[in-house]
């Protein structure tokens, strides 16, 4: 992601969550150097979907996944989780965690399907409506403990 990435990504917070990230608070990220935001662009290089990461020692903690309603169910957040899923064995971080809501079947199942396990609940972790959380994390252990 780039500073002309940030109309659209912001237009995509809007579209896909209740409490959006804004336009300012996206920007800030491109100059974190523990963050990493990816996009998914279309064959005209428009925003479909991104992802974003933060990494604190050997820790990843992914922040944002969203899709354009339009293209879902196409691979685009799995292409985007699998770049993180890369980085982080790579770079041999001990895990990558994140929320996402309880109702939110079809995220689960993306994730249960790369390894990551419910490991727990963050109560009325989301509003609009209010929702609990469920945490998910893929740990990474010796590269052969983890195909």
Request: hydrophobic share 40%.
């Amino acid at each position: 992601m780039n500073a002309d990435h940030l109309d659209e990504v912001a237009e995509l917070e809007r579209i896909c969550f209740s409490a959006p990230w804004s336009r300012n608070m996206l920007a800030e990220e491109l100059d974190n150097a523990l963050s990493a935001f990816l996009v998914a662009l279309d064959g005209e290089d428009k925003v479909v979907g991104y992802a974003g990461l933060q990494v604190i020692l050997d820790e990843g903690y992914i922040t944002n996944v969203a899709v354009r309603p339009e293209w879902r169910r196409r691979g685009v957040a799995g292409k985007l989780l699998q770049v993180f899923l890369d980085f982080a064995q790579a770079n041999r971080l001990a895990f990558l965690t994140l929320e996402v809501r309880e109702s939110n079947y079809g995220a689960i199942a993306l994730y249960g399907s790369r390894g990551f396990r419910s490991v727990g609940r963050r109560r009325n972790y989301y509003e609009h409506p209010r929702e609990d959380a469920v945490i998910m994390t893929r740990e990474f252990g010796e590269p052969d403990e983890n195909p």
